[in-house]
């Protein structure tokens, strides 16, 4: 079969398309022929070396890559052979192995899916979906709720919008460059302003007129962060998921006691820990794309092949949406 290898942490270039041996699952295990596989921004970190916790402990070589979707074409020894030709998605957890034409699963870890859910939905929420779900549990957004969302047009932000909307809640959708800022107004954002143009929170202050945000969903950090958060109104609710931009939003404690603001992380400890684990919210984020409610955007394919280019365009922000690898 043919996969990416990774021998040493570094640029893009790192990532080297090879054939390699066929897998063979062991106990408790499915394999899975690769219809998609997904691409997140933590996968660019981990690929640098830089990850922290607990890919810290990643090691090389490997294959990255922790989401996929496909069939069942071999399984275990102790496995029901039932599995054997069902469309399924998994989410490998740390284990490494999606960028691949075959990727071993557990069998705790499928979801069989519906005919209605296509591999490329279906690994946008395996992964991206379950995180937005879990801060939508968080920000409890309401009809009366004005909702900010950074970075509107990626994987996540997609689908915040979506929710916001189906909440009855008016959406303030900021996303970076002319394109990305249609693409989000076409998903029905009321207020949508290009952030990296200069003055762009005067012109959400403009056109909110009276209003003042009351939900925020952070996933850039930096000075987008910090002009949002300035943004929120008294006892507004700012939910952090991230910092895409390199650094962590700033924080003032007086700002935050000084307005009655809340300010909650939704990844971290708080998602890892999660009673329960997070199976549940992949099965209500897969169950939600299924019925049309959150659809995710997958306006980025690449090639198995192509994994490098797929990188460097997710993190120079030239993609929409969830990027997915087609073997």
Same mark, same amino acid.
Do not use: C
């Given at each position: 079969?043919?996969?990416?290898?990774?021998?040493?942490?570094?640029?893009?270039?790192?990532?080297?398309?090879?054939?390699?041996?066929?897998?063979?699952?062991?106990?408790?295990?499915?394999?899975?022929?690769?219809?998609?596989?997904?691409?997140?921004?933590?996968?660019?970190?981990?690929?640098?070396?830089?990850?922290?916790?607990?890919?810290?402990?990643?090691?090389?070589?490997?294959?990255?890559?922790?989401?996929?979707?496909?069939?069942?074409?071999?399984?275990?020894?102790?496995?029901?052979?039932?599995?054997?030709?069902?469309?399924?998605?998994?989410?490998?957890?740390?284990?490494?192995?999606?960028?691949?034409?075959?990727?071993?699963?557990?069998?705790?870890?499928?979801?069989?899916?519906?005919?209605?859910?296509?591999?490329?939905?279906?690994?946008?929420?395996?992964?991206?979906?379950?995180?937005?779900?879990?801060?939508?549990?968080?920000?409890?957004?309401?009809?009366?709720?004005?909702?900010?969302?950074?970075? =509107? &047009? /990626?994987? $996540?932000?997609? @689908?915040?919008?979506?929710?916001? +909307?189906? #909440?009855? !809640? *008016?959406?303030?959708?900021? %996303?970076?460059?002319?394109?990305?800022?249609?693409?989000?107004?076409?998903?029905?954002?009321?207020?949508?302003?290009?952030?990296?143009?200069?003055?762009?929170?005067?012109?959400?202050?403009?056109?909110?007129?009276?209003?003042?945000?009351?939900?925020?969903?952070?996933?850039?950090?930096?000075?987008?962060?910090?002009?949002?958060?300035?943004?929120?109104?008294?006892?507004?609710?700012?939910?952090?998921?991230?910092?895409?931009?390199?650094?962590?939003?700033?924080?003032?404690?007086?700002?935050?006691?000084?307005?009655?603001?809340?300010?909650?992380?939704?990844?971290?400890?708080?998602?890892?820990?999660?009673?329960?684990?997070?199976?549940?919210?992949?099965?209500?984020?897969?169950?939600?794309? =299924? &019925? /049309?409610? $959150?659809?995710? @955007?997958?306006?980025?394919?690449? +090639?198995? #092949?192509? !994994? *490098?280019?797929?990188?460097? %365009?997710?993190?120079?922000?030239?993609?929409?949406?969830?990027?997915?690898?087609?073997?």
């Amino acid at each position: 079969m043919q996969a990416i290898r990774q021998y040493e942490f570094g640029p893009p270039e790192e990532l080297r398309y090879e054939e390699v041996p066929d897998l063979h699952p062991g106990v408790g295990q499915v394999r899975i022929a690769v219809e998609a596989a997904g691409v997140h921004l933590v996968d660019t970190t981990i690929r640098q070396g830089l990850a922290g916790g607990a890919f810290a402990s990643v090691e090389l070589p490997m294959t990255p890559g922790r989401e996929v979707a496909g069939i069942v074409d071999h399984v275990g020894p102790d496995v029901d052979e039932s599995w054997l030709g069902r469309r399924v998605v998994a989410h490998l957890g740390l284990a490494s192995g999606g960028y691949a034409e075959q990727a071993l699963a557990a069998v705790g870890s499928l979801h069989v899916l519906p005919d209605t859910l296509g591999a490329d939905a279906a690994v946008a929420m395996i992964g991206t979906g379950r995180t937005a779900i879990a801060v939508l549990e968080l920000a409890a957004i309401e009809a009366d709720d004005v909702v900010a969302v950074t970075s =509107a &047009a /990626g994987g $996540l932000g997609v @689908l915040f919008v979506q929710a916001a +909307r189906h #909440a009855g !809640a *008016a959406v303030v959708a900021l %996303a970076g460059g002319r394109a990305k800022v249609e693409r989000v107004r076409s998903l029905g954002a009321d207020i949508a302003v290009d952030y990296t143009e200069e003055g762009w929170a005067d012109q959400v202050r403009e056109q909110l007129g009276d209003r003042a945000l009351t939900v925020a969903l952070d996933g850039v950090g930096g000075k987008v962060g910090a002009a949002v958060f300035d943004l929120l109104g008294a006892r507004g609710r700012l939910i952090l998921f991230g910092y895409s931009s390199g650094e962590p939003t700033s924080l003032s404690t007086t700002d935050i006691i000084g307005r009655s603001l809340t300010v909650t992380a939704a990844i971290g400890p708080r998602l890892i820990n999660r009673p329960g684990g997070l199976r549940p919210l992949e099965t209500e984020a897969l169950a939600q794309a =299924a &019925a /049309g409610r $959150l659809v995710p @955007l997958v306006s980025s394919r690449f +090639r198995l #092949a192509d !994994a *490098a280019l797929a990188h460097t %365009a997710l993190e120079s922000r030239a993609t929409t949406g969830k990027v997915v690898l087609i073997p």
